[in-house]
T-cell receptor, first 115, second 114 residues
Framework: GENVEQHPSTLSVQEGDSAVIKCTYS??????FPWYKQELGKGPQLIID?????GEKKDQRIAVTLNKTAKHFSLHITETQPEDSAVYFC??????????????FGKGTKLSVKP | GAVVSQHPSRVICKSGTSVKIECRSL??????MFWYRQFPKQSLMLMAT?????????EQGVEKDKFLINHASLTLSTLTVTSAHPEDSSFYIC??????????FGPGTRLLVL
């Protein structure tokens, strides 16, 4: 089955700096890679996702890159702000042919942005 | 984006009682709903997957008689923790999705069993 590894487990940056979180996956059939942000006591919130037919996607300060050959994908946050502080989870799944694939999550990265 | 609600957000109950948690997709019809459990400082653990009108599929190690799931409509799924015990205390989160689309998560339910 699919296995997703996420690094680092904790990340501390100064406000305004960039943050990068990396994930690797094992199943070449995975074709959908979302990133979620979870604040304390709340449910995960989708912040960006990417499908395997593209290599990069950007939404304002957030970008995700995907390398299918190497089976890894990364989240990039630029110009970080204190409100970006949260736990970020990557995930992988296979969406195909009318089937809703199960999301396999990484273990999460606790991002702290210091003012 | 799509909105998923959960009710209640917090519940405290006595050991031996049953607790029902509702998950609703507010602005879309969800063909599939998922139930997760999350322990402090850990990732989400998938408990079961439910499709509207059919029996839920439980992950290995999850007791189906303990965690009853009903997916009665395309906008509502319920999780009932039967005969709850202190070790069932946790953060329960549902998510909802459509075919070949992403999952959207609810805000979670904090269960404390005394």
């Amino acid at each position: 089955g699919e296995n997703v590894e996420q690094h680092p487990s904790t990340l501390s940056v100064q406000e305004g700096d960039s943050a990068v979180i990396k994930c690797t996956y094992s199943d070449s059939a995975s074709n959908y890679f979302p990133w979620y942000k979870q604040e304390l006591g709340k449910g995960p919130q989708l912040i960006i996702d990417i499908r395997s037919n593209v290599g990069e996607k950007k939404d304002q300060r957030i970008a995700v890159t995907l390398n299918k050959t190497a089976k890894h994908f990364s989240l990039h946050i630029t110009e970080t702000q204190p409100e970006d502080s949260a736990v970020y989870f990557c995930a992988a799944s296979a969406l195909y042919g009318g089937s809703q694939g199960n999301l396999i999550f990484g273990k999460g990265t606790k991002l702290s942005v210091k003012p | 984006g799509a909105v998923v609600s959960q009710h209640p957000s917090r519940v405290i109950c006595k050991s031996g009682t049953s607790v029902k948690i509702e998950c609703r997709s507010l602005d879309f019809q969800a063909t599939t709903m998922f139930w997760y459990r999350q322990f402090p400082k850990q990732s989400l653990m998938l408990m079961a997957t439910s499709n509207e009108g059919s029996k839920a599929t439980y992950e290995q190690g999850v007791e189906k008689d303990k965690f009853l799931i009903n997916h009665a409509s395309l906008t509502l799924s319920t999780l009932t923790v039967t005969s709850a015990h202190p070790e069932d205390s946790s953060f329960y989160i549902c998510s909802a999705g459509q075919l070949q689309e992403t999952q959207y998560f609810g805000p979670g339910t904090r269960l404390l069993v005394l």
